[in-house]
């Protein structure tokens, strides 16, 4: 299956072969017929990725700031990882598509294969010859769609979600800002409306376009000299009912001038990129002009549980979503109330993408739409894509693949597994094709794929699981199943069920499991575990954890699990190592939050051999202060570790003091020692009876907090 991939590094964009797509739950998977090139939003982004460094830098501070406070918090080689991670993969381009179903994913209703449909979403509704798209960001056409037009649903949907922000009614006026796509598409729907339409635009040929279409009531250039008085007159000297703005530009002009023509209490609608920052007089104050949004396609937009999950909101409650909006804009086109024809300036062959986005870039003629059609005769099937023959043929040797090679295992494992002769780079998945690619490219591994059964059947003896949480538990039990050493990121799963599961496949099959819990690996943890005497000791973890949004998937229960599987098993984990015995009671209290994230929360941890451990997890701190700080108590001597970047030892004599610039978590040293045990001794470095306990303790620390902070007693 091929995909248009772009560097956003280097700028080169190619066609190439990818893994085809993963079909999950409640998605389909559809074989492209057309998809349109979104010049305005699609051309920055080619635009930027083709700039130097430091263009790329201009064009986003924010995202430079980010590099920097992530080289204040982690130091140089993990920023350097991070950034070069980001400039080196394959970015996907493309979000409005059409095509034919041709799977259908688990509890989908209302589509079959063979279906006609429209599609949206970045990362989804790409420029390739076949796209995975959840129900929610797909909709069914009339067999007898034209599929080029059907392909421009996303920007149509955008449109929309406009003019509805407008709320404009029969015989009132608009004008539109901006005739580029989104702003042709705009006046379609709101001359269909009974809106009176007039446009307006810096570019004579979108303004002679717009009239010889009579998408528009009167259409001026910009510069048109007494155009707020023309404006004025065509409104019978009210002023525009609304303006919507569906232009690009960094300049105030549009903002300023849409107060300036818009009637007293009227709306102005953001639809484009434009800045916001208009003059408070003479128009905007006293006029009292609303200044509205509009978001994407509509409601459901970055919402998880509506895109991802499926979930449809209320219609007696929210009337227009972005699908309802998607399924309006193809009705519009197979009523033939609005006609579109007229956009497509422009049709290149998928073949020939790369030329069609130099004519977005260089501008070296006019256009307005831009399709991409697909070869639908050509079969796709399932198969992995070699990269480098592998010979692996000695029983000793270690055979890795992975599933899952996100952010983390590009940064922290991927780039630490030994070069040696007897660890053999088998295959890698992930959820996207493109990043399966890179990463068995940048890795050396022998395939790419898309489907599990290529690695769970493969000669592979070691499997690295570092996908979504919610996967986690299911990925262990097969590849337990199948004879595998695993090791998966933490948490090891979300349900107790899931732990039991486990455990007994486990105790079945005598496989080792090893999970991600680096922190006990850090050179640091290896001097304070020397230092620490026999007997009880006290212990306080301090993590300034930062805030979560309650919308990202990590906050999901069903995802993620939230903060505490998700991320403090890693501080129970680390305390059980310091003493060197198993967790026993734990007791927890949160501060009141009104979505119950519970990601402010003291942990109090009773241990077999008397230990105690407060985890002090605080997402409400600020971002200035370091985010680890650990202080051990033991027979006079007194630790402190900050951040894993220094520790101090106080005791009798001289204070012992270590410090690195770069943070050491141990991620290196965790793998250097997890293959030397694969190769050599074959014993755990951490017992499993540790990961399985650990794993409890989180779920009990839950089960406290439902309690009011009852103390639960920790039963395997």
């Given at each position: ?13 190619v ?8 079909l ?23 635009q930027?990725?083709r ?31 991070a ?9 996907p381009?493309g ?39 959840p ?24 449109s929309?979600q ?8 029969l015989g ?33 040929n979108a303004?002679?376009l ?8 009167a ?12 404006i ?13 703005i569906?232009a690009?530009?960094t300049?105030?002009?549009p ?38 949004m509009?978001?994407s396609?509509?409601?459901?937009r ?9 979930l ?17 804009f193809?009705?519009l ?9 007229y ?13 069609a ?6 501008r070296?003629?006019?256009f ?5 059609e697909?070869?639908?005769?050509k ?7 070699v ?38 780079r088998i ?9 399966s690619?890179?990463?068995a ?10 489907d599990e ?14 996908t ?9 039990i097969?590849?337990?199943?199948h ?10 799963c979300?349900?107790?069920?899931e732990l ?16 991600g ?37 990590i906050?999901?229960?069903t995802i ?27 007791s ?8 119950s ?29 370091s ?6 108590f033991?027979?006079g001597?007194?630790?402190v ?12 004599g001289k ?5 690195s610039?770069?943070?050491n ?28 306990r ?23």
């Amino acid at each position: 299956m091929q995909q248009l991939t772009q560097k956003l590094g280097s700028g080169d964009m190619v066609i190439q072969e990818i893994p085809y797509p993963q079909l999950g739950k409640g998605m389909v998977i559809v074989k492209n017929h057309y998809s349109i090139i979104s010049a305005g939003t699609e051309g920055s982004t080619v635009q930027a990725a083709r700039k130097s460094l430091i263009g790329k830098a201009k064009e986003r501070p924010q995202q430079v700031q980010q590099v920097f406070d992530t080289l204040k918090k982690q130091g140089p080689l993990q920023t350097y990882r991070a950034v070069m991670k980001k400039l080196d993969a394959y970015s996907p381009l493309g979000y409005s598509c059409a095509g034919e179903v041709i799977e259908v994913g688990e509890d989908v209703s209302g589509f079959e294969v063979g279906d006609y449909v429209a599609c949206a979403g970045a990362g989804y509704a790409n420029h390739a010859e076949v796209v995975s798209v959840p129900v929610n960001l797909c909709v069914k056409l009339n067999q007898k769609t034209n599929l080029k037009n059907a392909a421009y649903n996303t920007l149509g949907a955008i449109s929309m979600q406009g003019v509805r922000q407008a709320d404009l009614r029969l015989g009132e006026s608009c004008v539109v800002i901006g005739l580029g796509l989104l702003g042709q598409l705009a006046c379609l729907i709101l001359k269909a409306s009974g809106v009176n339409v007039i446009g307006i635009d810096i570019s004579e040929n979108a303004v002679e376009l717009s009239i010889k279409n009579k998408v528009v009531d009167a259409a001026f250039a910009r510069a048109t000299n007494g155009l707020e008085e023309k404006i004025n007159n065509l409104t019978n000297g009210i002023g525009a009912d609304a303006v919507i703005i569906a232009a690009a530009t960094t300049s105030l002009d549009p903002i300023n001038f849409a107060g300036a023509i818009t009637r007293k209490k009227g709306k102005v609608v953001i639809l484009g990129a434009v800045p916001t920052g208009f003059d408070r007089d003479p128009y905007w104050y006293r006029k009292e002009l609303e200044l509205k949004m509009a978001c994407s396609y509509g409601p459901g937009r970055y919402d998880l549980n509506y895109e991802e999950k499926g979930l449809d909101y209320p219609v007696a409650y929210v009337r227009w979503t972005e699908k309802r909006n998607m399924e309006a804009f193809q009705q519009l086109i197979e009523t033939q109330k609005i006609d579109i024809n007229y956009l497509t300036t422009h049709t290149f062959k998928f073949d020939d993408a790369p030329q069609a986005f130099d004519l977005v870039v260089n501008r070296a003629e006019p256009f307005i739409g831009i399709a991409l059609e697909y070869d639908n005769s050509k079969k796709h099937s399932r198969r992995k894509i070699v990269l480098n023959s592998v010979q692996t043929s000695a029983t000793s040797e270690v055979n890795v693949s992975f599933i899952g090679a996100g952010s983390y295992a590009q940064g922290n494992l991927l780039p630490n597994i030994p070069q040696s002769s007897k660890i053999n780079r088998i295959g890698v998945i992930t959820n996207t094709g493109t990043s399966s690619k890179r990463v068995a490219e940048k890795f050396a591994f022998s395939f790419c794929a898309s489907d599990e059964a290529d690695v769970l059947d493969s000669n592979t003896n070691t499997l690295f699981i570092a996908t979504r949480h919610d996967s986690h538990a299911d990925f262990v039990i097969k590849g337990l199943e199948h004879n595998k050493n695993i090791f998966v990121e933490k948490p090891l799963c979300l349900k107790q069920d899931e732990l039991e599961k486990i455990k007994k496949v486990q105790s079945r099959v005598q496989k080792p499991i090893m999970i991600g819990f680096n922190r006990r690996f850090s050179p640091y943890s290896q001097i304070i575990k020397k230092k620490i005497g026999n007997g009880p000791i006290s212990m306080i973890y301090r993590i300034n954890a930062g805030k979560i949004p309650a919308d990202n998937w990590i906050q999901d229960p069903t995802i993620g699990g939230g903060r505490i599987l998700g991320e403090a098993c890693h501080f129970i984990d680390y305390l059980t190592f310091l003493n060197g015995s198993l967790p026993s009671k734990v007791s927890a209290l949160a501060l009141p939050d009104p979505n119950s994230l519970n990601d402010t929360v003291n942990i109090l941890i009773q241990f077999e051999n008397g230990s105690t451990g407060v985890i002090a997890y605080y997402a409400n701190g600020s971002k200035n202060l370091s985010k680890e700080y650990v202080e051990i108590f033991s027979s006079g001597t007194t630790i402190v570790l900050n951040d894993f970047k220094s520790v101090k030892i106080f005791g009798k004599g001289k204070t012992f003091s270590k410090s690195s610039l770069n943070q050491n978590k141990g991620q290196k040293e965790m793998m250097t020692q997890y293959f030397d045990s694969l190769l050599n001794s074959g014993n755990p470095l951490i017992p499993v009876q540790e990961i399985f306990r650990v794993t409890t303790a989180s779920f009990m620390v839950l089960e406290s907090l439902k309690n009011g902070g009852k103390q639960i007693e920790i039963i395997d």
